[in-house]
């Protein structure tokens, strides 16, 4: 986990990807690189690809995932009691929708993104609804984007 984390968050600073220090990172993470192919390091890489969550994307290239999928019933069920009610409490939490207020962030950073794209504010609407955001939601994001746009360009 730790390994994912770390690569998530490279991941996250620098999408277009970068270089890993493989032994810069296996001392961070407080696993060495001794033993080869066999060192801690290289089968937390290995456990990564064989649990999906990572993959080999060409010989010097590693692809991984940024969110990690849900457990399977089957990986669930081998979990102890305790830890099922912790995962099922967790799920539960998940799919809860986002409070209005983090809705509306969202929706007016992905409308701005939109118009600095060059679509129109229809058409960003639009997209929203797509990505299904209430239609009143999308509406107040655009107008707000535009507006954004507006003081900016009159500030510059």
Known sequence: ????????????????????NLAETARALGVGMRGGKNSPFVRSIERSC????????????????RKLPPLTLQQVERL????????????EAANQPPPLEQLRSRAQRLALSLLELGETPDDAERQLHRWRFHPALAHEAVRWAQAERAAVSGAG
């Not at 999906?52 to 010989?59: H, I, V």
């Not at 102890?80 to 967790?90: C, G, I, M, T």
């Open 1 to 20: 986990m730790w390994l994912l984390r770390r690569l998530a968050t490279e991941v996250d600073a620098r999408p277009e990807g970068f270089e890993l």
């Open 50 to 65: 064989r649990f999906g969550a990572a993959r080999f994307a060409g010989r010097d290239t590693l692809a991984v995932r």
């Open 80 to 91: 102890p009691e305790r830890l099922r009610r912790e995962h099922a409490a967790f799920v």
